[in-house]
């Protein structure tokens, strides 16, 4: 008996019917395939991934893709991604940690790291195979580096031209101060500014963009001046004609302070400049990064359905062969799975997997409406894909993201449902789930989840005793009965070293009183210039 | 097309100065760590690079964040029986556990860091509180390499090995042989000159042709590429030669468990010499209280026995060891041995007497710590009297780790010569 066997002339296309508009896959030459990358083939690749991002409107910078090793890899997890980083131990244990990870075998190492700069850095790693450059170029060097110049908190928050001269000038800056100062002094007002790191934001006013140089002459204005304004502002001298009658105690700071380091850099009474300076450096730092945290759905999602959008496309343009595709396939899936709360291997929900469901959701309802979309998202179910996914990457944040764009449909494929843990209750209380009375309190609620102000305490500078003993006052707003983590002794202390005197934190609770939680007193250092030192000492000898 | 920029030859490890600093700040706790991993060693195996761990409360950077209690409210994905109003048994360690991604920093997190030190870093936090002087601590850390001999010539290498006597050999030969019809042309001329007579017209022509044959020559390089020979080196394994250590342990009662600590790093010190000088070396563990015995590195290390101490028959089960199995022509024999001192009065002058007559002229070296702080008694004594008679012999008193070395340092000065 014989066995069928497919011929070559099998294979060969056959019309029968009419010549369809787009050409079958057999007659496009595809691309390449095969698990070896080259330059010539990744050139390749990036040059068709170009085009069809293209046609998609995708609005880039331009992109530098860098291709670098495993241990190259490493180090750039250590500096938060950066390709430069100023020296201190932290970068260090972060390293050692992916180090462990990695040899042992309990993660793998991203595919790509990319940089929000202009150009737009991409490092993809060697070990990749052809199929995995080719997703991570569309997922990073055009996927993330569109978000970075469309997002507008990435247009208000960076500066993508400077960034990687301000990280060259921190370096030097903080070298300098080692050889100067010592590198355990640099280590302690590290140590203390990396603790208040989060708190060194500012929400409201907008940076200015500074080049190298700009920012090198700067900082040495800004050292001068900044000593002096502190030491007026600390003046304890006895005046030469003391007024007629005291002035009302002038509050200071006239309003509460977000942002902490801020405050501490230019107003705590005993810092040095170069301690003001690195303050100020890594409030720079935490002020870049702040829109990342606030993104992380957004921006995810976006490089995945764009990595999977173009690449679909080129498959149906029967650029990519079936085996490249595949691998394709096989790692996108492994990056949107989302397990169940109850899974093994939960942890949390994958920002990669909402964010692409939900922009995918986007275009859905954009182009086949279901009743139930139509009376959800009047505005946009129907009209223009393209546009309306692009409105929604530019104008938001994870929070208001999700408030504004997520579906009955999507919370149904999610399985999602809404938990109340309280302390004061015997069990957990199941408070909504993906039903018609639940969508709107699980959809407020997953908004929540993701806004930073919900997942980060909010503590304020309330208030400065500038006439007496010079304390610093911070406030906790509590919410919802939620205490502090442990941890807040330690950053009180951190920020004791950095203010030089004795600071208290307070918390307000939900019915507005007020109590005092914690003290940290400061014993006065040997050798801190203090700027009215010889003040007092005259005050003793006349007594 | 954008540019794709290969940056893999670029410099790795540039976090290694991060490192250093991390090491350095948590010095304290990391030399704890390697303390505890010396322990769980074989001795043969010290020298290995390592996973440490150390508490990571300890390293924690602190920033403010929510703690655990109060009302929160969170999302979670897969619900597959749950309705509005049910509610859950509190499970343990909460449900909400990184929802969101904001998982507080305190409220889960390993309890201890593991990272990796390298070798050479093992080795240095090892080194650290035995006081050893940096050249030994070198000299220990660097794995030898393989000695780099003489070897001919070769015809490509780097400017400064160059031969120069035999590449001028070589340029001297090129030439010769080069040249050789040249010169025999011109010997024949000249023969022919003589022959003829004076003013005869062939003479002018074979002057010219002599002429051409001279300028010939001349234009043969003085020195070619082709002429250079370098001085070659050849990679040559080192001797072959094998080393037998015996460590030998009091384990009577009064070792404690500080004392054998001690103990271990003495022998650990001693192997890593040996492992320098010798290609294959063998450890004998001989452990003895009242009686003495053979055992392996577990049983030496974590057994406890108690009994009284003779010290004799160590040295004499040590002796039969070698005898049967290390036949002195074959190897080479160090003997390591370590005690709190006590011995049984009688048993002394035997030792001694071993020592002299049997053992020492049949090893290497022995070396002899004495783990006390007490008044040496009478087994000291009879040692040193042993160490009159017997230069192989080394003798120290150990209280702490940077005492052990010292013991050692006349070893390590006498092979540094070598």
């Known amino acids: ?543 | 097309m954008s540019p794709i920029i290969d940056r893999r030859a670029n410099d790795r490890h540039r976090s290694a100065i991060n490192q250093q600093r991390f090491l350095r700040r948590y010095r304290a706790q990391v030399r704890e760590a390697v303390a505890r991993a010396i322990t769980g060693r074989k001795i043969a195996e010290a020298d290995r690079d390592a996973s440490i761990s150390i508490p990571a409360r300890d390293l924690h950077e602190p920033v403010f964040s929510h703690g655990a209690g109060g009302r929160r409210e969170v999302v979670l994905p897969g619900n597959r029986e749950y309705v509005a109003g049910d509610e859950i048994v509190r499970p343990q360690g909460g449900l909400a556990r990184g929802a969101g991604g904001g998982a507080s920093p305190d409220g889960e997190g390993e309890d201890a860091f593991r990272f990796h030190l390298s070798r050479e870093e093992f080795l240095d936090f090892f080194f650290e509180d035995m006081a050893l002087p940096d050249m030994v601590k070198t000299q220990l850390t660097v794995i030898a390499q393989a000695k780099r001999v003489p070897g001919g010539y070769r015809t490509y290498g780097s400017p400064s090995n160059l031969a120069v006597a035999r590449t001028m050999r070589g340029s001297l030969a090129r030439r010769l042989a080069l040249s050789a019809t040249e010169r025999a042309r011109v010997r024949e001329i000249d023969e022919e000159l003589e022959t003829l007579a004076p003013g005869d017209p062939r003479a002018a022509q074979l002057q010219a042709e002599r002429g051409s044959m001279i300028a010939g020559i001349a234009q043969i390089p003085f020195i070619d590429s082709f002429d250079l020979r370098y001085r070659n080196r050849v990679v040559q394994p080192r001797e072959i030669a094998q080393a037998v250590m015996f460590c030998i342990m009091d384990v009577s009662g009064s070792m404690d468990e500080n004392r054998k600590d001690l103990a271990k790093r003495f022998f650990i010190l001693l192997h890593l010499f040996l492992l320098r000088n010798y290609e294959r070396i063998e450890i004998v563990f001989v452990r003895h209280h009242s009686s003495a015995k053979v055992v392996d590195e577990d049983e030496f290390f974590h057994s406890t026995e108690s009994g009284g101490t003779v010290v004799s028959g160590a040295l004499a089960l040590t002796l039969s060891e070698i005898g049967e199995r290390f036949p002195v022509e074959q190897w080479n024999v160090y003997v390591a041995q370590a005690s709190d001192g006590d011995n049984w009065d009688d048993d002394s002058p035997r030792c001694r007497d071993l020592l002299v007559n049997e053992l020492l002229p049949r090893v290497q070296y022995f070396t002899y710590v004495e783990i006390n702080d007490a008044e040496p008694q009478n087994l000291w004594m009879r040692y040193e009297e042993a160490r009159a008679v017997r230069r192989n012999l080394a003798l120290g008193r150990v209280r702490e780790r940077a005492d052990i070395y010292p013991v050692l340092r006349e070893l390590f000065a006498k092979k540094r010569k070598v």
């Open chain 1, 1 to 543: 008996m014989a066995t069928p066997v497919l011929t070559p002339a099998q294979l060969e296309p056959r019309f029968d019917g009419p010549i369809p508009s787009v050409l079958p896959r057999q007659l496009v030459r595809p691309l390449p395939g095969g698990s070896e990358w080259t330059f010539e083939l990744v050139e390749r690749y990036e040059r068709e991934i170009a085009r069809v991002a293209g046609q998609y409107r995708l609005d880039t910078y331009p992109n530098q893709i860098e291709i670098i090793s495993a241990e190259q890899m490493m180090d750039a997890y250590a500096f938060n991604g950066m390709p430069v980083g100023y020296i201190h131990w932290s970068f260090g244990k972060r390293f050692l940690t992916t180090e462990q990870h990695y040899k042992r075998g309990h993660m793998g190492l991203a595919y790509e790291i990319v940089i929000n700069s202009n150009p737009c850095i991409a490092y993809l790693m060697e070990e990749n195979t052809l199929a995995m450059q080719a997703i991570v170029v569309a997922h990073a060097s055009y996927g993330h580096n569109s978000f970075f110049k469309g997002n507008y908190l990435f247009r208000t928050w960076t500066q993508p031209d400077a960034i990687i001269d301000y990280l060259v000038f921190a370096r030097r800056y903080i070298a300098a101060c080692e050889q100067r100062y010592g590198t355990l002094e640099v280590e302690r007002v590290l140590d203390a500014c990396h603790a208040l790191a989060n708190l060194g934001v500012d929400r409201y006013k907008r940076p200015q963009k500074r080049s190298l140089a700009q920012e090198q002459s700067l900082q040495k204005e800004r050292e001068a001046l900044l000593q002096a304004q502190v030491n007026e502002l600390w003046r304890t001298l006895p005046r030469r004609e003391p007024d007629e009658k005291p002035e009302p105690e002038r509050a200071f700071p006239p309003e509460p302070q977000e942002n902490l380091l801020y405050f501490v850099e230019k107003h705590a009474p005993v810092l040095e400049p170069w301690q003001r300076e690195i303050a100020r450096i890594v409030r720079k730092l935490a002020q870049y990064f702040y829109p990342q945290r606030q993104t992380q759905v957004m921006n995810e999602g976006w490089a995945t359905f764009w990595h999977y959008t173009i690449m679909q496309t080129l498959y149906d343009e029967g650029l990519l062969p079936d085996s490249v595709m595949m691998e394709i396939l096989h790692s996108h899936t492994n990056v949107i799975a989302q397990p169940g709360f109850d899974h093994d291997r939960y942890g949390g929900i994958n920002s990669y997997a909402l964010g692409f469901a939900m922009y995918r959701d986007i275009r859905r309802i954009c182009e086949s409406p279901t009743d139930e979309d139509r009376r959800w998202f009047p505005d946009f179910a129907g009209s223009d894909w393209r546009e309306t996914l692009d409105f929604a990457m530019r104008n938001f944040k994870d929070e208001s993201f999700i408030a504004q764009f997520l579906s009955p449909g999507l919370m149904r494929e999610f399985r999602l449902f809404c938990v109340v843990d309280d302390d004061q209750a015997q069990k957990l209380k199941v408070s909504a789930i993906h039903d018609d009375s639940g969508y709107r309190l699980v959809r407020d609620t997953l908004a929540r989840q993701f806004a930073l102000s919900e997942r980060e305490p909010n503590i304020q500078v309330v208030s400065v005793d500038v006439s007496g003993d010079r304390s610093l006052t911070l406030r906790h707003y509590r919410q919802n009965r939620r205490p502090l983590a442990n941890t807040y002794k330690d950053v009180m202390k951190h920020l004791a070293a950095l203010w030089g005197f004795t600071v208290r934190l307070e918390t307000v609770n939900e019915d507005g009183s007020i109590e005092s939680t914690h003290e940290c007193r400061v014993e006065k250092r040997k050798g801190t210039a203090q700027p009215d030192a010889a003040a007092w000492a005259l005050t003793d000898a006349f007594r």
